[in-house]
């Protein structure tokens, strides 16, 4: 192992005594981050003001960003962009999928996909007409369900909910096999575990970077596109820095080169900064150091999970092959105990209707950590602390 | 008059002995804005993590913000909603739009739009195919143009490069009374003059924030959307953050309450900070001071350089009602004369292929600096010192 995994926990700002389980929602703040950020506020914009699109270098971050997350998830240089929230890359690359796949009229997805991605795509049939559809399967049928009908998978790789993980390589596969196009979501995948969208050929993926990539709470989202659909791909959201040319601001829309024309608006100036500094903590990360320590974060946790609260029930995949870099157990009075939880110093969270999830992300979470949780988790459980009216209220946001 | 703009011009942090005419392409930092920002990234990001959603009330700002600069553009309480950007924005508002209006094909829009409006019509029309299409008239023909084919026109009120206004009353209501919903894109309206659009009976409006509202690079956008369509409009760009029920997390998409379902993905928290101490300011600003003030500064500009410069042509109207909070002037050799500009400490922008371009921004632009500029253009005029390599070499962002 060649990551130094103490010096990337140094790196984060995580308040002292808290065990942080909910990175899978939203990462921690970077050390550099802050002040990485206040550069950006005082010396770029204030100082710079207009001229920070050129000096600054904010108008090329984007790609320059993309550049540095494709690493993480097996992509071509140059193939990789920054923008907007996660829902919007689904709808472009969608969108863009059904375009090149013209005979075809069916997107394919899993209920274990994350709601937005089906909502979405949702929206995209209404707005197509046409006959076009959303099929939904069983995450476990979806190999099956891939026929000559399908236009395009739309597949999350890990479940949100669960953690269970999908075979990206025998989907794409059998999706190219049934002349269908494979588009993933990698929003618990990119920064979680080794991905390689070269290697499967996969033909778009799209992601966030709040949960595992650490940019902070409503950073943009990335878009792939595979280098052989690179010139073919049209945007469907045809934003003017996407053009080919922004600033002849010409009336007909052309599409830019390559992935910079999957850019659509201004960018995010200030959340960019955000994951820029997160970005430097990736250099010295070794992917498959970063997954042998996940996996053995969360089977030391389900180990310790099953010993010691036998009324939780594992929703998570044993199988190696089929997890991600979170375990979640099932309990009917699951929002309650998250929240006696959360009381207790250790922040995992619920989702409807009764899951625990945990996200162990090896940057910053240690073994230690994960004993200190399975042993608080326990004696919540082994005294019914959670039985309480205020751990029974339900926030807006869960 | 009211408003104190001694006040509002020390609420931000210009550097000093710059004259900032360019607050139309990117407002300058707000004093507040940089405490506000390091606050959300240390206490809020850094120490509250995944429970600033609930506790530092991120998942409501973007209403709370909307209902902020519903002032300022005289909506209703509870029908601006922030995110995104401007692109996505016009997207959502004109599939909303088309959707609510079947029967009809065509969009109307004018060549003085911006032409990411038209780019996002154009990528819209080509998605719905069935017969619909995108006609672009010269501004001065609007009007005229409006016909029973038009299902919604799509003008944005103030040119981008001329600052020409246009009537926004009797295109809507010529739109109404030819049976076509109006989308009006307020760019260079919001915060730069009074906008009524309750008054005028605007269906939908959008509009950016890092403009004249100094939220800074790549804040958020919003939406409105009249009263009498909220329960009607489809977002099209459907979002879980615009769900009925967005932690119910239920597989089928039901729209949310009003304004709501235009909400897509997770909100950009930093930028919105950002934004929020931005929008302080306007508190205690009458919009019409504002635009008094306003028309004082750019007539000013108008006639003093038309008495300095005479080989520098007026682009913009002299009848105020046309007018917005800018001033463009055309030469063959803008560019040049611009960078010359920007190197005396004049900062305003150039647009291809001819436009030199000058905000004024009456928060924090007065007279004495109108005064200076134009002494700084008629010297640079005067002495052909513009005529350098240096001053046409175009950079990538202009």
Same mark, same amino acid.
């Given at each position: 192992m060649t990551t130094d995994f103490t010096a990337t926990r140094k790196a984060f700002d995580i308040p002292a005594g808290l065990i942080y389980l909910d990175g899978n929602s939203l990462g921690p703040l970077p050390r550099a981050a802050a002040a990485r950020v206040a550069r950006c506020v005082t010396e770029e914009w204030g100082g710079m003001l207009i001229t920070g699109w050129n000096r600054a270098g904010w108008m090329d971050q984007p790609a320059r960003i993309g550049d540095r997350i494709a690493r993480l998830i097996g992509a071509e240089p140059g193939?990789?962009?920054?923008g907007d929230t996660l829902s919007i890359k689904v709808y472009q690359a969608l969108a863009s999928a059904l375009e090149m796949n013209p005979g075809r009229r069916v997107i394919l997805s899993d209920t274990g996909n994350f709601p937005s991605d089906l909502y979405m795509a949702d929206g995209l049939v209404r707005t197509l007409g046409n006959g076009y559809s959303l099929r939904t399967v069983a995450p476990e049928e979806v190999l099956e369900a891939i026929d000559e009908t399908v236009a395009v998978t739309m597949i999350t790789?890990?479940?949100?909910?669960?953690?269970?993980?999908?075979?990206?390589?025998?989907?794409?596969?059998?999706?190219?096999?049934?002349?269908?196009?494979?588009?993933?979501?990698?929003?618990?995948?990119?920064?979680?575990?080794?991905?390689?969208?070269?290697?499967?050929?996969?033909?778009?993926?799209?992601?966030?970077?709040?949960?595992?990539?650490?940019?902070?709470?409503?950073?943009?989202?990335?878009? @792939?596109?595979?280098? &052989?659909?690179?010139?073919?791909?049209?945007?469907?959201?045809?934003?003017?820095?996407?053009?080919?040319?922004?600033?002849?601001?010409?009336?007909? @829309? $052309?599409?830019?080169?390559?992935?910079? $024309?999957?850019?659509?608006?201004?960018?995010?100036?200030?959340q960019l900064a955000a994951l820029e500094a997160a970005m430097d903590i990736w250099?010295?990360?070794?992917?498959?150091?970063?997954?042998? &320590?996940?996996?053995?974060?969360?089977?030391?946790?389900?180990?310790?999970?099953?010993?010691?609260?036998?009324?939780?029930?594992?929703a998570t995949p044993r199988d190696h092959a089929q997890r991600g870099s979170q375990v979640s157990f099932?309990?009917?009075?699951? @929002?309650?105990?998250?929240?006696?939880?959360?009381?207790?110093?250790?922040?995992?969270?619920? $989702?409807?209707?009764?899951?625990?999830?945990?996200?162990?992300?090896?940057?910053?979470?240690?073994?230690?950590?994960?004993?200190?949780?399975?042993?608080?988790?326990?004696?919540?459980?082994?005294?019914?602390?959670?039985d309480r009216p205020e751990f029974k209220t339900r926030a807006k946001v869960t």
């Open positions: 193939t990789v962009v920054m790789e890990v479940d949100y909910r669960t953690g269970r993980r999908h075979d990206m390589a025998a989907i794409t596969e059998k999706a190219h096999a049934m002349g269908a196009l494979a588009v993933w979501d990698l929003a618990h995948s990119a920064g979680a575990l080794p991905v390689d969208l070269a290697g499967v050929g996969a033909d778009f993926a799209v992601g966030c970077t709040y949960k595992y990539l650490n940019s902070g709470p409503g950073g943009p989202a990335f878009i @792939y596109v595979a280098p &052989r659909h690179a010139e073919a791909a049209r945007p469907a959201l045809s934003g003017w820095l996407g053009h080919e040319a922004p600033f002849a601001f010409d009336l007909a @829309y $052309r599409p830019g080169r390559g992935i910079e $024309r999957m850019r659509v608006g201004t960018p995010p100036v200030l250099d010295g990360v070794d992917m498959a150091d970063l997954r042998a &320590r996940s996996l053995a974060l969360t089977d030391r946790f389900i180990a310790g999970v099953e010993a010691a609260c036998p009324m939780l029930t594992l099932r309990h009917a009075e699951g @929002y309650a105990i998250m929240q006696a939880l959360i009381a207790a110093g250790v922040i995992g969270d619920f $989702r409807a209707p009764d899951i625990l999830r945990f996200g162990f992300t090896p940057l910053y979470i240690g073994l230690d950590e994960v004993d200190r949780a399975v042993g608080i988790l326990a004696g919540i459980m082994a005294s019914g602390s959670w």
